[in-house]
């Protein structure tokens, strides 16, 4: 008989197994997801041809509020152009706003649902987190990258950042390892929703 909850937890008592087995689990009790939630805030810093950097600070809160964990680091976006950023594909960093952050999973359930009911194929998302809901906007993902060229509207992260004078665009470092961080993160605390706050210096 497999576990029903790891070592740091208790087992669940005889009541919980029967309601198992009367839910159709075979007595396999399954272990609740904490309520802890995340808001990720950012802070538009640096504004370059081709590219924008931001900086970052994501805290989780467990379920009555506190602050229990946190990170920080960079995001590269495309140049800010206020003009174009509630306009479709136009590769420009988006309005400044509160989203949700959601993954790929939720959002192609969701687009999936939609072409079922015009009787279009399904799709598959690349990414596997994204920013719902931006006016005007679509498909603008959380990924690893390092240039402007890279961010097709979308946050790249990196611990560190830089300013070529000659070009006069911003880079982002080590992108793929604060990526993996970020995205734990997410894993870990993300149960409840995640919240990002997008904001100008």
């Not at 004078?165 to 149960?191: C, I, P």
Request: proline share 2%; charged share 25%.
């Amino acid at each position: 008989m497999g576990n029903f909850f790891n070592n740091s937890q208790r087992m669940p008592n005889i009541f919980e197994r029967a309601r198992a087995y009367e839910d159709g689990n075979e007595g396999y009790v399954q272990q609740q997801k904490p309520k802890t939630n995340i808001v990720v805030n950012t802070n538009r810093i640096g504004y370059g041809k081709k590219s924008t950097v931001s900086e970052f600070t994501a805290i989780a809160y467990d379920g009555t509020g506190n602050k229990i964990d946190s990170i920080k680091g960079y995001f590269l976006e495309p140049e800010t152009n206020y003009n174009k950023a509630k306009v479709k594909n136009s590769d420009a960093s988006i309005a400044q706003g509160n989203y949700n952050v959601i993954s790929k999973t939720e959002l192609e359930k969701r687009i999936n649902t939609e072409r079922r009911e015009r009787g279009e194929a399904d799709i598959q998302l690349t990414y596997k987190w994204y920013v719902d809901s931006v006016p005007g906007r679509s498909g603008i993902a959380i990924h690893s990258g390092n240039y402007g060229k890279d961010t097709e509207g979308c946050f790249l992260p990196g611990d560190n950042y830089s300013y070529d004078k000659v070009t006069e665009t911003y880079s982002v470092w080590n992108s793929k390892k604060k990526t993996k961080e970020l995205f734990d993160f997410f894993d870990n605390y993300g149960h409840n929703g995640i919240k990002i706050n997008v904001n100008s210096e």
